[in-house]
């Protein structure tokens, strides 16, 4: 699997928004497609948006609409533009990289998503609190 790290949790009032960013150093970044999960307190981890080699993105419906992935792969880094949040997105956000297309996740409730991931980084704090 390919390592990545992830950076810019933190804490904002609901409504606001944030910039998280996964990042890797490996040659073969360009390659993969790039998950973005969180696990929300006494919750199992879910999927939250993917987007494939070839750009194509997929999103969570509880994010539809709030959320938007990109990726950039001169930078070898995938950015997750959170906006509206809320207090249901509080949690512990991570990425993973796998040599998939995210199209597999169609037809499948977010939480099936992780299955297909093996390694995880440590992940980057969002609370979402008035």
């Known amino acids: 699997q390919l390592q990545v790290v992830e950076s810019g949790g933190g804490s904002v009032q609901p409504g606001g928004s944030l910039r998280l960013s996964c990042a890797s150093s490996?040659?073969?970044?360009?390659?993969?497609?790039v998950g973005w999960f969180r696990r929300a307190p006494g919750k199992e981890r879910e999927g939250v948006s993917c987007?494939?080699?070839?750009?194509?993105?997929i999103y969570a419906d509880s994010v539809k609409g709030r959320f938007s992935i990109s990726r950039h792969n001169a930078n070898k880094t995938v950015i997750l533009e959170m906006n509206a949040l809320t207090p249901e997105d509080t949690g512990t956000y991570y990425c993973?990289?796998?040599?998939?297309?995210?199209?597999?996740?169609?037809?499948?409730?977010?939480?099936?998503?992780?299955?297909?991931?093996?390694?995880w980084g440590q992940g980057t704090q969002v609370t979402v609190s008035s």
């Open positions: 993973a990289a796998e040599n998939i297309r995210c199209t597999v996740f169609l037809g499948h409730t977010p939480d099936k998503w992780p299955l297909r991931f093996g390694s």
């Open positions: 490996e040659i073969l970044f360009a390659y993969y497609s």
């Open positions: 987007t494939s080699k070839d750009g194509s993105t």
